[in-house]
Nanobody, 119 residues
Framework: QVQLVESGGGLVQPGGSLKLSCVASTTIDGLYAMGWYRQDPDGDREVAALLMTDRSTHYSDFAKGRFTISEDSAKNTVYLQMNDLKPADTAVYHC?????????????WGQGTQVTVSS
């Protein structure tokens, strides 16, 4: 079992920036990838940014050029730097870790953190 705890959300004006953090409760021993998702009004979680098993990155169209995903393995933490925020970015953001091997194999989600962009 892996628990993820998020922080860094809040209220920001259009054009502003936030940095989200997600800390895992334990070290991940197996092969893993991680990502950040935003939750649509219908409850679906839409990918924003991915950090793959080979540590290449992928960004959805709305995030490309504005968001950056990164990790600090020593701190069991993944980050999402969000710049030039727009009102359409308003959502609950969730972090995710997919573990592909070992006793921890499975998909793990954070509780979500609210990002509100408004003038």
């Amino acid at each position: 079992q892996v628990q993820l705890v998020e922080s860094g959300g809040g209220l920001v004006q259009p054009g502003g920036s936030l940095k989200l953090s997600c800390v895992a409760s334990t070290t991940i021993d197996g092969l893993y990838a991680m990502g950040w998702y935003r939750q649509d009004p219908d409850g679906d979680r839409e990918v924003a940014a991915l950090l793959m098993t080979d540590r290449s990155t992928h960004y959805s169209d709305f995030a490309k050029g504005r968001f950056t995903i990164s990790e600090d393995s020593a701190k069991n933490t993944v980050y999402l730097q969000m710049n030039d925020l727009k009102p359409a970015d308003t959502a609950v953001y969730h972090c995710n870790i997919n573990v592909y091997s070992g006793d921890q194999a499975g998909a793990y989600w954070g509780q979500g953190t609210q990002v509100t962009v408004s003038s």
